[in-house]
């Protein structure tokens, strides 16, 4: 509790605890599904969730110490049922965090508020090649891509 109200009234005191830095979990989010018919990134959520709970490895009892992993199994339950891209709705929820007019992109985007998260990986089906960043059409009227390219990397 100490701890907690010491990162919020005064981080650069906190910064430099070394009990707030030994106790620190990195929070790493994996979102899942968010296309309905992409079914890969939930197989591969549930297959590490149980690899991470029955491993007895020392590699994965200090990925454990060290990170708070979230996942979110399927972003995209309707679309996942149906076999479809969009939710129930007709969205594509990719494509609705800016607005966030869908109760799942909120709640993705919440899960991301509240955690703070180092590091989100987005897992999607196969696609024609490997994307990384999102730079691929369609683009929202709301995102500079050439922006996110430029300055993200750095």
Known sequence: ERMRELIGNSPAAAA??????SAYKTPVFINNNIHGNEWEGTDAALKLIEELAQAKDA???GLLATNRIYL?????PDGRIAGTRANAN???L???????????ARAM????????PAVMLDL??????????PTTPPHGE????????????A
């Open 16 to 21: 430099t605890d070394r009990r707030i830095k």
């Open 59 to 61: 590699k994965t009892a």
């Open 72 to 76: 979110n199994v399927t972003a995209n």
């Open 90 to 92: 007709g969205f594509d």
């Open 94 to 104: 990719n494509r609705d965090f800016i607005t966030g007019s869908q109760p799942e």
């Open 109 to 116: 985007r919440q899960i991301a508020v509240d955690k703070q």
């Open 124 to 133: 999607h089906g196969y696609v024609n090649g490997t994307l990384i960043e």
């Open 142 to 153: 709301n995102y500079e891509y050439d922006l996110f390219l430029k300055n993200s990397y």
